[in-house]
């Protein structure tokens, strides 16, 4: 077994992609931007599997993130010239066909390095005895302990399919400090720590609610994880690139896409209440305090099924009587077509204002969507239908989308199935297959009771103001699920949020969640309350039952809510 870095009592990781799409200088701009002994890349989200499952589709040689591949075209020499290890999930569907795609990258330019790659997670062969349904593509959520004798066997790349994204950074901290797999603790840090780097520039101010106080948001710079041999870490990036790397950055990081206080991943449960955080430097701040628990028996498994076809058609109303025109289109609409697809909803955003100076802002959108297992029903059949409206419908009418035949849409749901059921495996850079063994030890996920909570501030004089006048916030999705991570700076403010913030307040704040389970978890050590809103989404992502389909703007929203906030308390 060979180390991974210099310094035996700290692993500098960092990261160069938070998802297929990224930019695609960064793996350069962090090689050449200073010193790290690992560099990660997270290609996969629910929606990328399956735009992978239809690469595959139409060639059985594809099914991996391709943007990798041009990355490592330019800078594989670099990466081994200076030592640094390089792993990523960008396999997809297909790592065995990547790292096969790699050798041949790396042969054309003269190089050799050691590629291996983990496999096991593609569960589509045997969907149906598992009891998955019968789904385009079906992937095990595997955990660090491949990657890690990967790193083990001297790999100087190790590619993956669905790994957790925090895996590819406790893979090597597993593996440079020599982890147990009960070292529950030591993996919960590093969870975290590639919970906070996983999305790129989200650490370093990226999507950050106070962006305006960052100097320097232009062209941020990756984050970096230096991971220590307790699991604790401080998050921090290359000397003279943009962003910042705050207490604040790094707590939106944290939490975006989480559930409750536990964040369960198949090697260790880390828990998120225990979490503590404290700036070290300029452009540095620690995470310390993680305590881990035994993960649990069973693997989250990743199901994308091609749920149908769908189209949309977007008519734009301007000037007065806009709800009366509204209502003209869509009765036209409905009347006129042949035959009904199997859904059909209408959405108006009144984006027009009263006396308006320009067009634009005397006009609103109504978007109509379609779906149905019939290409045809929701092809020409609809769209066609909606422009020959044109000349028989509202004044003014205009759309801003041209007719067209339907695309295909996927759902996002899922599985669950025991660990033992998974053949993990890890191909070392001989050709050699070692098997990884399901963990010892697990633990049935319980709920976490409430915290205690702090008193509640007395009453005081307050002022009708948006909520992120003193909150900062920040959402996303998990299939048809969303979660609002909203958080404070002060003891007061916090004092106030987690005696105010409830679920009947956030409700009543976003009545498009009044009808919907909505559950609430408390993290003190953060100031933070995370809501998880049921069912928001629909059928996730590909669904897009929402124009904000994964939900990315839904904290914003409520951050410009008004609500009363004692005077005391603001800015």
């Known amino acids: 077994m060979t180390s991974l870095g210099a310094d035996p009592e700290v692993l500098r990781i960092g990261n160069c992609s938070g998802f297929y799409g990224d930019r695609l200088s960064a793996m350069r701009e962090m090689l050449e931007g200073g010193q790290l ?31 990798f591949v041009r990355q490592l075209e330019d800078c594989l020499g670099l990466a081994l010239e200076r030592g640094v290890r390089i792993v990523a999930n960008a396999g997809g569907l297909n790592p065995a066909g990547l790292a096969q795609r790699l050798a041949e990258v790396a042969d054309k330019l003269g190089l050799t390095p050691k590629i291996a790659y983990v496999e096991g997670d593609d569960l589509l062969p045997r969907a149906q005895e598992l009891g998955l349904g019968a789904p385009l593509t079906a992937n095990a959520y595997l955990g660090a302990w491949g990657i890690a004798e990967a790193l083990n066997a001297g790999a100087d790349i190790v590619v993956t399919g669905r790994v957790t994204d925090a895996s590819v950074v406790v893979g090597p901290a597993a593996a440079h400090f020599r982890w147990a797999r009960d ?63 705050t207490v604040d950055t790094v707590e939106a990081q944290l939490m975006y896409e989480i559930q409750s206080a536990r964040y369960a991943g198949p090697d260790v449960t880390a828990r998120l209440d225990s979490i503590r955080l ?119 009418f205009t759309m801003t989308t041209p007719p067209g035949n339907g695309a295909p849409y996927g759902v996002y749901t899922a599985g669950y199935v025991d660990a033992g059921e998974v053949a993990h495996t890890a191909v070392l850079p001989d050709g050699s297959r070692v098997a990884i063994a399901p963990p010892a030890q697990t633990r049935d996920l319980d709920e976490v009771a409430e915290p205690e909570l702090p008193q509640p501030l007395p009453a005081s004089e307050t002022r009708w103001v948006p909520l992120g006048s003193i909150a900062a916030a920040r959402s996303g999705d998990k299939g048809g699920n969303a979660n609002i991570g909203v958080w404070v700076r002060t003891d007061d403010q916090w004092r106030w949020l987690v005696h105010t913030l409830t679920v009947d307040t956030l409700r009543a704040l976003l009545p498009e969640t009044a009808k919907l389970t909505v559950t609430r978890h408390v993290l003190p050590n953060l100031r933070a309350v995370n809501f998880i809103v049921e069912d928001l989404l629909g059928l996730g992502v590909a669904y897009q039952a929402r124009f904000d389909p994964q939900a990315k703007g839904l904290g914003e929203w409520l951050r410009s809510r008004h609500i009363d906030i004692p005077v005391e308390l603001l800015p």
């Not at 499952?53 to 943007?67: S, V």
């Not at 300029?282 to 189209?311: C, H, M, Q």
């Not at 009587?321 to 959405?347: G, M, T």
């Open 278 to 396: 404290a700036t070290a430097g300029e452009d540095r701040v620690s995470i310390s305090g993680v305590t881990g628990e035994a993960p649990p028996p069973r693997l989250k498994v990743s199901l994308n099924t091609l749920g149908g076809f769908r189209n949309e058609m977007t008519f734009v109303l301007t000037g007065l009587d806009i709800e009366a025109k509204a209502a003209l289109a869509q009765r036209q609409l409905e009347s006129w077509l042949p035959v009904r697809p199997a859904e059909l909803d209408w959405s108006l955003s009144r984006l027009d204002r009263p006396d308006a100076e320009t067009e634009e802002q005397a006009s609103a959108l109504l978007r109509c969507v379609v779906r149905d297992p019939d290409p045809d029903k929701v092809g020409r059949a609809f769209s066609s239908v909606a422009v020959e409206l044109a000349l028989a419908s509202y004044p003014g």
């Open 37 to 67: 002994d690992v560099l990660t890349g997270d290609y996969l989200a629910e929606l990328t599997m399956l735009i992978l499952g239809r690469d595959r589709m139409k060639d059985p040689a594809l099914g991996y993130a391709k943007t």
């Open 183 to 245: 070292d529950f603790d030591a993996l919960a840090g590093a969870v975290v720590a590639g919970h906070v780097i996983e999305c790129g520039t989200q650490a370093t101010g990226g999507n950050f609610a106070f962006f305006t106080e960052i100097e320097n948001l232009d062209r941020p710079g990756f984050p970096i994880a230096e991971i220590r041999r307790d699991g604790s870490s401080v998050i921090t990036k290359h000397a003279n690139t943009g962003g910042a790397v």
